[in-house]
């Protein structure tokens, strides 16, 4: 097989990410034999011009923990959304000219859109935020919109809304029933970790989300789901926003081959 487009996911680590498998069936049952997927994980940032260099078939990213937000200085050029947002979780690379041009997207926010919507639509008024890196980014942006209020969780930093772990309490926890987790703990293969919130007060009203799809239930999720809560793992909205970046991607190739 001679492979005419490649494309790939950056991050560190990767053992978790579902995207080579899902694009290697996405082009098998396409019959897109000349496209190719592979993971790409760097250990730092910076490696990435290298890896653009070294892979000239390379037209499409990725983009997974923890580069979301400090890959924006390596880009040429960002979408309104993403740059509204200040996170990138695609890029499209341009090599029509001398040096690859690169443009940042931002595909978490119609995969977490779609992806909650599909349960709660916009029933929920008040909305915690547990983790404040690139990912929580992209959800602030959807749930400031459908709530009336939101929150986000950090360990490490406080300030305008937001609040250390430390402060959820029950009153907190009652008033704040959806509870969305945008940090890796719990994820394979520590699968005992969660955040550290105070689980008693959950209820049967709350709903919890977690962006972690591996394993399928997570600590978190488990131990909402012992205490009556609604859950959804980060299944679908990885495929919601993978379709999405296709669909940039194939976007971008059209025009470059039409110019």
């Given at each position: ?45 910076r490696e990435l011009p290298d890896l653009i ?49 690169l443009k940042g997207f931002n595909t978490d926010?119609?995969g977490f859109t779609r992806a909650l919507n ?142």
């Amino acid at each position: 097989m001679v492979v005419k487009k490649e494309f790939g996911l950056i991050g560190y680590p990767l053992s978790h990410s579902f995207s080579r498998r899902f694009f290697k069936e996405k082009f098998n049952r396409e019959g897109l034999h000349a496209c190719n997927y592979i993971n790409h994980p760097l250990m730092n940032i910076r490696e990435l011009p290298d890896l653009i260099a070294t892979h000239p078939k390379l037209v499409g990213l990725n983009v997974t923990i923890p580069y979301k937000e400090t890959v924006i200085p390596y880009l040429d050029e960002m979408d309104i959304l993403a740059e509204e947002i200040g996170a990138v979780n695609t890029i499209t690379i341009d090599r029509r000219m001398d040096k690859p041009r690169l443009k940042g997207f931002n595909t978490d926010v119609i995969g977490f859109t779609r992806a909650l919507n599909l349960e709660v639509g916009s029933g929920y008024r008040k909305a915690l935020i547990l983790g404040t890196g690139g990912a929580s980014k992209a959800i602030f942006h959807v749930i400031k919109d459908i709530c009336e209020d939101v929150l986000l969780v950090s360990a490490s930093r406080t300030g305008p809304g937001i609040i250390s772990y430390s402060e959820l309490d029950e009153k907190i926890i009652s008033e704040f029933e959806l509870i969305v987790n945008t940090t890796p703990l719990g994820a394979w293969p520590e699968l005992e970790a969660c955040p550290p919130i105070p689980y008693e007060f959950l209820t049967e009203n709350h709903y919890l989300f977690d962006l972690v799809y591996n394993p399928e239930v997570t600590r978190f999720l488990l131990m909402g789901q012992d205490r009556g809560a609604r859950i959804r793992n980060g299944m679908k909205m990885l495929e919601i926003q993978a379709e999405a970046s296709w669909d940039i991607w194939m976007t971008a190739l059209q025009l470059n081959d039409n110019s």
